[in-house]
């Protein structure tokens, strides 16, 4: 979860963010966490007033107890907070909850329009008139748009059309990653949503990264020899198992 606040703005390691998904991390560990990032009162830093939290993250869905944590933490700290909900219908939709409820008691929620949601761009902020009016700034600095509504048009309907559907998106990437998990060279994490990632041998990951890149294949791959692919509204089962094919005969191969 990143926290604003170092000597600048700056986000803390995502070693935390991952930590949170796990099973056995103690509310207890988490608070100690929570606390060390706020900034002490001390003029050598900047005073800490944000805390801003992602979901999902890194595909992986922060379910709703522990962002009840989070957000009573804040208000006890008085710190505002922040939803960075770019992907929060997926965690919505992996929790079977409605979204609103992902979004009580932070103070704003961003809302990508095109990553799930499949609109060609856009995104939206919420939160009170105070708030929106305030982001004003944004426009006197030249983030203004004319003649939106047409990205508005696609943006509706995107939340009328496409919300239900990202339930196959997440049956698709647990489709990939079992296809995945049966291939020799490649170690699978069962995805949460609609994000699978996967750990290859090292003498993989050049033949796999060119092959792919040949079959027109998109899937991004990290330092260290990671992977990370992405189902989404342009993704169907055959594109599934064509994904899975194609790793499997370039594992196979000795070329």
Same mark, same amino acid.
């Given at each position: 979860?990143?926290?604003?606040?170092?000597?600048?703005?700056?986000?803390?390691?995502?070693?935390?963010?991952?930590?949170?998904?796990?099973?056995?991390?103690?509310? =207890?560990? =988490?608070?100690? %966490?929570?606390?060390?990032?706020?900034?002490? /009162? /001390?003029?050598?830093?900047?005073?800490?007033?944000? !805390?801003?939290?992602?979901?999902?993250?890194?595909?992986?869905?922060?379910?709703?107890?522990?962002? %009840?944590?989070?957000?009573?933490?804040? @208000?006890? @700290?008085?710190?505002?907070?922040?939803?960075?909900?770019?992907? !929060?219908?997926?965690?919505?939709?992996?929790?079977?909850?409605?979204?609103?409820?992902?979004?009580?008691?932070? /103070?704003?929620?961003?809302?990508?329009?095109?990553?799930?949601?499949?609109?060609?761009?856009?995104?939206?902020? !919420?939160? *009170?008139?105070?708030?929106?009016?305030?982001? =004003?700034?944004?426009?006197?600095?030249?983030?203004?748009?004319?003649?939106?509504?047409?990205?508005?048009?696609?943006?509706? #309907?995107?939340? %009328? #059309?496409?919300?239900? @559907?990202?339930?196959?998106? #997440?049956?698709?990437?647990?489709?990939?990653?079992?296809?995945?998990?049966?291939?020799?060279?490649?170690?699978v994490t069962p995805p949460h949503s609609n994000m699978v990632f996967v750990e290859l041998a &090292?003498?993989?990951?050049?033949?796999?990264?060119?092959?792919? @890149?040949?079959?027109?294949?998109?899937?991004?791959?990290?330092?260290?020899?990671?992977?990370?692919?992405?189902? #989404?509204? *342009?993704? /169907?089962?055959?594109?599934?198992?064509?994904?899975?094919?194609?790793?499997?005969? !370039?594992?196979? &191969?000795?070329?």
């Amino acid at each position: 979860m990143p926290i604003c606040g170092k000597l600048e703005a700056l986000p803390c390691s995502a070693r935390f963010s991952r930590n949170l998904c796990r099973s056995g991390l103690t509310a =207890r560990s =988490r608070s100690i %966490d929570l606390h060390a990032a706020v900034k002490a /009162d /001390d003029p050598h830093f900047a005073v800490t007033r944000l !805390v801003t939290i992602e979901n999902t993250f890194v595909g992986r869905i922060l379910p709703r107890d522990y962002l %009840d944590e989070v957000v009573e933490f804040a @208000r006890d @700290r008085k710190l505002a907070t922040h939803l960075d909900g770019a992907r !929060v219908f997926n965690a919505a939709a992996g929790l079977g909850v409605d979204v609103a409820r992902l979004a009580e008691g932070f /103070d704003s929620v961003s809302v990508c329009l095109s990553k799930g949601l499949g609109a060609p761009l856009g995104s939206v902020l !919420v939160g *009170d008139v105070p708030l929106i009016v305030r982001r =004003r700034w944004r426009k006197m600095l030249g983030g203004g748009m004319r003649q939106a509504g047409i990205i508005a048009a696609a943006g509706l #309907h995107a939340l %009328d #059309h496409h919300v239900e @559907r990202l339930a196959e998106d #997440h049956a698709n990437a647990k489709a990939l990653a079992d296809g995945f998990s049966e291939i020799k060279g490649l170690t699978v994490t069962p995805p949460h949503s609609n994000m699978v990632f996967v750990e290859l041998a &090292s003498e993989l990951t050049i033949r796999l990264s060119e092959a792919l @890149r040949e079959l027109g294949i998109a899937a991004s791959f990290w330092p260290g020899g990671r992977m990370r692919w992405v189902t #989404h509204l *342009d993704v /169907d089962r055959v594109a599934v198992d064509e994904a899975i094919a194609a790793v499997r005969e !370039v594992a196979a &191969s000795r070329r």
